[in-house]
């Protein structure tokens, strides 16, 4: 019993010294750490179960091993999927075939599921997904940055220069995005 009571005091211990060590309180999540996304309904479940074959090797195959759900959300799923994978002209026709009034929904979840690839960088890849994205929300603050952005890096100032001219048009609040863009514009002659 003894052996006992010691390896709890021992385990409460260490527990203690872990929490308090160097004054700094538990561990906890740096807020930019990396979280997973659950997507819902039956074309998120569709698509989470699909992301991990959104890429150039397995995406065509994937989608006639197990098509998207029908629907406008299924559709727009699927689009994502292509997007990610590089195909963006795929992405793009998927998107037309729906009706107008649905077109720029699915474009947001295109948006919604390549966002952090922007976010993480990925000029090349995300710079396309964006400019698609515009086409079919025009007014879509978020990916006319983004495409801006990714234009500029990848040294396409006029599409830059316009897709963050655009840009201050809808978006004008004095924050990080419209002091990086307008140093962006000044770089490449804007406004």
């Not at 994937?62 to 689009?79: C, F, I, K, L, V």
């Not at 077109?103 to 710079?127: C, E, K, M, T, Y």
């Not at 655009?166 to 002091?179: A, P």
Request: glycine share 8%; proline share 6%; net charge negative.
């Amino acid at each position: 019993m003894r052996k006992l009571h010691l390896a709890g005091f021992l385990f409460v211990l260490l527990a203690v010294v872990l929490i308090s060590r160097n004054g700094r309180g538990p561990l906890t999540l740096h807020p930019g750490a990396v979280t997973s996304i659950v997507y819902s309904g039956t074309a998120g479940r569709w698509f989470q179960a699909m992301k991990p074959y959104c890429n150039p090797v397995e995406v065509q195959t994937r989608h006639r091993w197990n098509p998207p759900p029908d629907g406008m959300e299924g559709t727009a799923y699927s689009a994502a999927c292509f997007a990610l994978a590089g195909n963006v002209d795929q992405a793009r026709e998927l998107i037309f075939e729906l009706k107008d009034d649905e077109q720029w929904r699915a474009a947001g979840i295109v948006f919604n599921v390549a966002h952090p690839v922007a976010d993480a960088g990925d000029d090349l890849s995300a710079g396309p997904i964006m400019e698609m994205v515009v086409e079919f929300w025009p007014n879509h603050h978020m990916a006319l940055y983004h495409a801006g952005m990714s234009a500029y890096v990848l040294g396409r100032h006029d599409a830059a220069r316009d897709y963050l001219e655009q840009f201050l048009q809808f978006y004008n609040r004095d924050d990080g995005w419209v002091s990086n863009a307008n140093t962006v514009l000044e770089r490449i002659g804007g406004p």
